[in-house]
């Protein structure tokens, strides 16, 4: 199953579009649920026991962000059946919450880091207090 984060949102719309590009390669994979839980923990803890309700076998649970994937895993623990399936999120930030660290701890099979483009937005913030000839563009009203 597939926990979707805020739909439209380019992070949503590039993270669902690959998954599902690798996994359309693969027939025997079926997705059997596909629920929006706009990248809130809660949210798809929710979702996901919605779904444990009424689907008897998930293999695999990917996240589009690894709160949502911890959230889903909680929600299969609660019903005793976070053993069945792994639990697999996108971010791999740090820290105590982080998903690198659930991976550790075993809660989370794999988190893919997705890259945000910070370190390019530093670089571009640099040069621009540098007056590295960067030009202000106007918005036009």
Known sequence: MILRGLLGVEAQINRDGGAR???????????????????????????????????PSIDVVYGHNDPM??????????????????FVGVDGLGGPAGGIRKVM??????????????????????????DSGYKRKRKSP
Not at 69 to 86: D, P, Q, S, T, V
Not at 109 to 128: H, M, N, R, W
């Open 21 to 55: 590009e690798v996994l359309g390669k693969y027939p025997q994979i079926h997705i059997v649920a596909d629920p929006v839980a706009d990248w809130i923990q809660a949210k798809a803890k929710d979702r996901m026991t919605e779904v444990l309700r009424v689907q």
């Open 69 to 86: 994937a911890i959230g889903a895993y909680l929600a299969a623990k609660e019903l005793n059946r976070e053993k069945e399936m792994i």
């Open 105 to 130: 701890d075993g809660v989370l099979a794999a988190t893919f880091v997705y890259p945000l483009g910070v370190k390019e937005a530093v670089d571009i913030a640099q040069k621009i207090m540098r």
